[in-house]
């Protein structure tokens, strides 16, 4: 069987929803075909993102995919206790895969794992051929020795409750829990008035987790919190990249000039690992680009994610001082003095746009972790600068 598309898309993720979405509403007469390898789009996740990380005009059209909000959120240390306003917006993977299914129909194909992708071809697991202008792979961060990485690991789970738990709004931050053996924090989203996301994440120096151990770290917290857990309605797990440095010219020779879209094309905050607002960014790229040919995507995606990297060198090194100056159990200490600065500077960090006077401001003063390791990390390498050789 052959075929012919404007454009495939590998993996029904975010990053590759998003421009499925996006395509359709600026150039629906493309022909536009998103694969998917499981039962079902979109996977088991629910994207955060703060207001302020998306331009109006994004906003305008990712507004109908947010399933819930709030006014401000809060951060819990132990000489800390902070609650910051601007609108916190989440997505669950539910609503997304259901607009994904009532938007692109037909041209969504689920249980259509591929065995090879190349830029212009997609050869599915049965042997069906397909082709296209240009094929997108976004199936996920993979294995590359190009980029030093720390992980922020995490297990949520969707509770309801046997009564209200009285949240008027997220606690993005809890770090007043046992520190373990690198940076951890509770993470709970209020979904309702009995119902509650709560997530147990660290950041640690490899992605792996005793899951069992976490879920009763799930279940001691809430009961330190007071909340009576009564039904788990849904859990999800991630491993989340955190960049410490890397050769990103390598990074993109191995690359191999295929399009690629999300984590596969290194499109995420470095340091707090969100990944939705680059995600939109690059659907507004990708969707006014199109139709083109596969080398010319290629080239836009990654000049824009070269872009990125080159935009996020000083996140890089405030990672390098987070894993790699001081003891693990004491990562925390980096964490509560940040949250301490400026609201606008916070906001402008979780958007990846500190100006250079927020730079400055959150290296002054004496660092939190012992000046000789703070000197060590600062001074590694944080890999090229980004330009293209």
Known sequence: MHAQYDVIL????????????????L????????????????????WSFHRSDLTAEQLSWLEPLISVRWPGYQVRFPALRRTLHGEYCSIFSSDFARQLKDVIGDDLWCNAPVSVVSPTQVTLADGRELHAQVVIDGRGLQSTPHLQLGYQVFVGQEWQLAQPHGLQQPILM?????QQAGYRFVYTLPLSADRLLIEDTYYVNQPTLDENSVRQHLADYAAQQGWKL?????????VLPITLSGDIDRFWQQQRDQPSSGLRAGLFHA?????????VALAERVARSLPGDASTISQQIERFARQQWRDQRFFRLLNRMLFLAGRPEQRWRVMQRFYRLDAGLISRFYAGRLRLRDKARILSGKPPVPIGEALRALLMTSGNTGKKK
């Not at 590998?10 to 509403?25: D, S, T």
């Not at 809890?174 to 046992?178: C, E, N």
């Open 10 to 25: 590998v993996g029904a993720g975010l990053a590759n929803g998003l421009i499925a979405l996006r395509l359709r509403q």
């Open 27 to 46: 150039q629906p007469q493309l022909t536009c075909l998103l694969l998917e390898s499981n039962a079902h789009p979109a996977g088991n996740h629910t």
């Open 174 to 178: 809890d770090a007043t829990v046992d």
């Open 230 to 238: 009564s039904m788990l309605l849904r859990e999800e797990h991630g």
């Open 271 to 279: 340091t707090t690992g969100y990944s939705l607002p680059s995600a």
